[in-house]
Nanobody, 126 residues
Framework: QVQLVESGGGLVQAGGSRRLSCAASGPTGIAMGWFRQAPGKEREFVAVIRWSGYNIYYADSVKGRFTISRDVAKNTVYLQMNSLKLEDTAVYYC?????????????????????WGQGTQVTVSS
């Protein structure tokens, strides 16, 4: 079983920055993604990266503000969040997919991931 340990959540003012980390217990497969969920809302795709580094894709809501990256040697994925807005407030989850989908867009769906972290709260204040 692959364990995903997240860290970096907390309180940040609007316009500020925060970096989330997700450390895996070992190799996780093909791709790593970030999702978020606000109270009363569905889990929302944020970003995904293949371990190969050949494909990266962002949700329109975070494009230009967030950056996903990975450290293969450390089995760790990061989410750098800049220019944070109030609507970014949510629990953020990292996830790992073991399936080699032909399209990067397949990784925008939660059912296509096999392992999930516990989630970390990010709260953006005014």
């Amino acid at each position: 079983q692959v364990q995903l340990v997240e860290s970096g959540g907390g309180l940040v003012q609007a316009g500020g920055s925060r970096r989330l980390s997700c450390a895996a217990s070992g190799p996780t497969g093909i791709a790593m993604g970030w999702f978020r969920q606000a109270p009363g809302k569905e889990r929302e795709f944020v970003a995904v990266i293949r371990w190969s580094g050949y494909n990266i894709y962002y949700a329109d809501s975070v494009k230009g503000r967030f950056t996903i990256s990975r450290d293969v040697a450390k089995n760790t994925v990061y989410l750098q969040m800049n220019s944070l807005k109030l609507e970014d407030t949510a629990v953020y989850y990292c996830a790992a997919s073991r399936t080699d989908y032909s399209s990067i867009y397949s990784y925008t769906g939660p059912p296509n991931y096999d392992y999930w972290g516990q989630g970390t709260q990010v709260t953006v204040s005014s």
